[in-house]
């Protein structure tokens, strides 16, 4: 597991997604060159990683629609 740098600023700082970026860099430079030394073409890796990431993205907002729909549920019954 790679060490990541806790947040120090608040969820409201406009620099927040900035600052969230330079703590996974170190993290995400390691893991793209562990893929490299693995075999992977550095282009292959980035593609892999934006389907991974468009996945998981897609996958918390039908999460949060769940979320919405189960409490609309709840207040009917």
Do not use: Y
């Amino acid at each position: 597991m790679f060490d990541i740098a806790r947040p120090f600023v608040t969820e409201d700082d406009p620099d927040r997604h900035i600052r969230c970026q330079d703590a996974i860099q170190a993290a995400f430079r390691d893991l793209i060159g562990a893929a490299i030394e693995a075999g992977w073409s550095e282009r292959e890796i980035l593609l892999a990683i934006a389907d991974l990431v468009d996945n998981q993205l897609l996958s918390l907002e039908a999460n949060g629609n769940t979320e919405i729909l189960l409490a609309l549920l709840k207040r009917m019954t």
